[in-house]
């Protein structure tokens, strides 16, 4: 509860510094139509930062940020919403799994700038320690962790994955490309296998996802 | 990360045009490569370009029976695709062994195609790669080099090329349309895509500068069985040590196609031609010339036992 008392300055600077500077690339980011184009000749690009507005969880945020922040340090640095973890920061771990517009991606792996207009979620957007959501509550009862430091991107990818299976999207390990496609053990492992568990929890992640599977 | 500015693209060609007129210019998409060497400092664009707005994200059909597909299309919704499943297996089975889940939800057609090698040495910056930066010399040479190329190398480089995707695109005899600076277009088949390893091995592909890939066109369907043998250090999640495209027409005929051994998708008609004599036949055309490394002499016996495997699979 500290911790919530203690970003709020935090994220009002942000929203101070994202009024008061005007960059060349507002418009481009804020619109699906880009206006940053000169009529003739090449045009003005020497801007290194833009506005942009992310929503997130619901909840819009206008930030003016260097083009080079990732959506996984937006949400950690600048939105201070630190349930998303950085791991490797090369795509290889999956601790930085959220979900943009219904699909779960790695935030290390995109720029901020690029979201503008996407609905993204993250862990905290799926319940809070005392009204946890399905998944998170799973995962508990589960006791599917160790650290916990994996367990934003676990559990964010396992909501994308049983979202993958549910709309047909085949996966390596699946029969037969018409047939039907079932949330097997053999199927949640290989969908999951983008997430590394360092403390190897593994097997109760794994009964994590399926109680939930069952229920859906 | 060195600092650029970001644009978002309007239309292709106004893409095109401003990349090739725009030192330092480079196309974004799904990011997952460029991004990844661009932390390292590999890349070091000083203007992005976001495609993702160019409306190039859908799968049509061609009035030869074909199938279009947009430059932008990801690679879970090519994999996904029932026309692809049904019509092309070996392609939505490539793909599928591709990377994780998150990273294929991002990943698109056109990049996917220009993702970058994996070769240990290119992406340590302490190290000489003539790659990275030309002239410097290889350090996968004595080096490091399980992984690498077999087949096709040259002195000055031997890098594979990573991607599962673009094998089964050469099996299915791809073609990959692009739009230039000046507004025109053109179409390159994918065996000529990829430009063989000589004393520049930084250029890998026949694009222009500025060229935008806009689609990649299929032929009409082959028919007959597809596979895809992708075989790694572990069961998911790794790229390819060797991986087999197949394609078996039922009467003993078909196509191969090999990844993982070569800079390029690794093909040949001669070798197709000898599919009715086993696997034996087709592996001592297709490697004809194989110059492996100490490290990777392996891929040849791994190549032709994966073939093998396949064919006494689909006798079955
Ligand atoms: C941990 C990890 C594991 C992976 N495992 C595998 C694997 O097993 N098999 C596999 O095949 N791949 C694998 N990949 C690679 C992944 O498939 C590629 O990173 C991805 O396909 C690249 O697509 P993108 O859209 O993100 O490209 P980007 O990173 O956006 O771009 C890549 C390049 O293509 C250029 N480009 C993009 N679009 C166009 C266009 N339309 N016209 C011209 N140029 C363009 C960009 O300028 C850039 O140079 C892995 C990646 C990671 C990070
Ligand atoms: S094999 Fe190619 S990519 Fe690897 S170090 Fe040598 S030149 Fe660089
Ligand atoms: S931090 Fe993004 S995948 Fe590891
Ligand atoms: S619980 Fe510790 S890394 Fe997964």
């Known amino acids: 509860m500290n911790s919530e008392d203690s970003i709020k300055p935090s ?49 819009p945020h206008r930030l003016t940020i260097d083009n080079r922040v990732t959506l996984l340090d937006a949400l950690r640095e600048h939105l ?3 349930g998303t973890k950085k791991g490797c920061d090369h795509g290889q771990c999956g601790a930085c799994t959220v979900i943009v ?13 690029m979201h503008a207009g996407d609905e993204i979620k993250t862990v905290e957007g799926f319940g809070t320690p005392d009204a946890p959501g399905p998944m998170q509550a799973a995962f508990i009862r589960e006791d599917a962790y160790q650290c916990g430091y994996c367990t934003p991107g676990q559990i964010c990818a396992a909501i994308g994955v049983l979202e993958e299976i549910r709309a047909g999207v085949p996966s390596h390990v699946t029969p037969s490309l018409t047939g039907p496609v079932e949330a ?21 992640i794994l009964s994590a996802i399926q109680s939930v599977s069952g229920a859906v | 990360m060195q600092s650029f500015s970001y644009l978002l693209a309007r239309t292709p060609q106004e893409a095109a045009a401003l990349a090739a007129a725009t030192p330092g210019a480079k196309f974004i998409a799904g990011g997952t490569n460029l991004l990844d060497l661009m932390k390292l400092e590999i890349e070091t664009p000083s203007v992005l370009i976001d495609i993702n707005g160019l409306d190039l994200d859908t799968i049509t059909s061609t009035p030869e029976g074909g199938l279009r597909i947009g430059a932008l299309v990801l690679n879970t919704d090519l994999a996904a695709n029932p026309t692809v499943r049904s019509d092309y297996a070996v392609l939505s089975r490539a793909l599928l062994a591709g990377a994780s889940g998150q990273l294929r939800n991002m990943a698109t057609t056109a990049g996917n195609l220009l993702q970058r090698t ?34 096709g190398a040259s002195p000055a480089c031997i890098a594979t090329h990573p991607s599962d995707m673009a094998v089964a695109m050469q ?9 230039l600076q000046d507004g025109s277009e053109r179409v390159i088949p994918i065996e000529d895509f990829y430009t063989d390893p000589a004393a520049n091995p930084g250029i890998e592909t026949v694009l222009q500068p500025g060229e935008l890939i806009t689609a ?33 027409d039922g009467k003993g005929g078909g196509r191969v196609a090999l990844g993982g051994v070569a800079h390029k998708p690794w093909r040949s008609r001669e070798a197709d031609a000898l599919l009715p004599s086993g696997a034996g036949a087709v592996m001592s055309r297709l ?5 492996p490394t100490h490290e990777n002499e392996f891929k040849i016996l791994l190549a032709e036992r994966t073939l093998a495997g396949l064919l006494s699979a689909s006798a079955e």
């Open chain 2, 171 to 179: 099996l299915l005899d791809a073609e990959i349309h692009t739009v």
């Open chain 1, 184 to 204: 097997s053990p053999e199927e949640i492992r290989e969908r999951m296998s983008g997430n590394i568990c360092r403390c190897g929890a593994y097997s109760n």
């Open chain 1, 80 to 82: 201070r919403l630190t």
């Open chain 2, 216 to 248: 990649v066109h299929l032929p009409a369907p082959l028919g007959g069985r597809h596979y895809y043998q992708k075989v790694r250090d572990r069961a998911s999640y790794a790229f390819a040590l060797v991986s087999v495209a197949l394609v078996l």
């Open chain 2, 118 to 151: 994996r070769c240990p040495y290119f992406y340590d910056t302490n190290m000489a790669c003539n790659k990275r930066s030309a002239g410097s010399g290889c350090s996968a040479q004595d080096g490091v080099s399980r992984q690498l190329a077999v087949v």
């Open chain 1, 101 to 113: 517009n219904g699909r779960r991606i790695n935030s290390c792996l995109s720029l901020a700038v």
């Open chain 1, 11 to 59: 994220r009002r600077d942000v929203m101070v510094v994202g009024a008061a500077s005007s960059a060349l690339l507002v418009n481009a980011c804020q619109s699906a139509t880009p206006t940053t184009y000169a009529e003739e000749g090449p045009p003005v690009v020497n801007e290194t930062t833009s506005t942009v507005t992310l929503e997130v969880n619901g909840t």
């Open chain 2, 287 to 291: 490697l004809a010339g194989a110059q």
